[in-house]
């Protein structure tokens, strides 16, 4: 049972690239979420699902898009980076019955 | 791992003292509470949650306190161990609202030896 996994750990992009990260659950959760962290704040949520085939907007959901194609994945997508989009980026999930998220280790983004 | 909060408040307490972290939430409808401890390089992990119907709710060397009235959430961290040195975040949410966790900014716990 490996919890909530994250790709890539790391990745650095120019302006204007794309990419997506990877978020996969083992435990069956139903919720689905993807937040970002930046220095001296806590965790802003930016989209998140509430099952397969769902997404909805989170506080800061320019310039991302998601996918929930299935249900143990959550696609969080960039189509053209931003530097203000270098982040760290955590995606969290949990069971319809409890409040409580749990997390995976993070990717770091930056954007040059 | 990468530098989490550069500018947040920092606690320093030495190993075997007890540690009061504070936070103070945002909405008073808020019911439901967590705490969060996020060590360096790592996504946040799950310390405690209270209802909004408690006001006092202890774990194994934790306990939270909530107090409604002046919307203010603690955590208390008994014999503080090299090991609980990490930042702490409490989050706010409705119960039933699918929903978003709103997490306060964090405060840094060093445990000095």
């Known amino acids: 049972n490996a919890g909530v996994t994250q790709t890539p750990k790391f990745r650095v992009l120019k302006t204007g690239q794309s990419m997506t990260l990877l978020c996969a659950q083992d435990m069956n959760h139903e919720y689905m979420y993807w937040y970002r962290q930046d220095p001296g704040m806590g965790l802003r949520l930016i989209h998140y699902s509430v099952g397969e085939g769902t997404t909805a907007k989170g506080e800061v959901p320019d310039g991302y898009n998601v996918s929930r194609l299935k249900k143990q994945n959550f696609l969080l997508g960039l189509e053209s980076a931003a530097p203000s989009q270098t982040s760290v980026y955590f995606c969290?999930?949990?069971?319809?019955?409890?409040?409580?998220?749990?997390f995976g280790p993070g990717t770091r983004l930056l954007v040059l | 791992g990468e530098s989490v909060g550069l500018h947040l408040p920092t606690l320093s307490v030495q190993e075997g003292d007890n540690s009061i972290i504070n936070c103070a939430y945002s909405n008073s409808a808020s019911d439901y509470f967590i705490w969060y401890k996020q060590e360096s390089g790592k996504g946040p992990q799950f310390i405690i949650d209270i209802r909004s119907n408690m006001d006092k709710r202890q774990g194994q060397r934790v306990t939270v306190l909530l107090n409604k009235t002046v919307k203010h959430l603690s955590l208390q961290i008994a014999a503080t161990q090299p090991g609980d040195s990490a930042v702490y975040f409490c989050a706010e949410t409705l119960e039933g609202t699918a929903s978003k966790l709103t997490f306060g900014t964090g405060t840094r716990l060093q445990v000095t030896l």
């Open positions: 969290a999930s949990r069971n319809i019955d409890q409040e409580t998220q749990y």
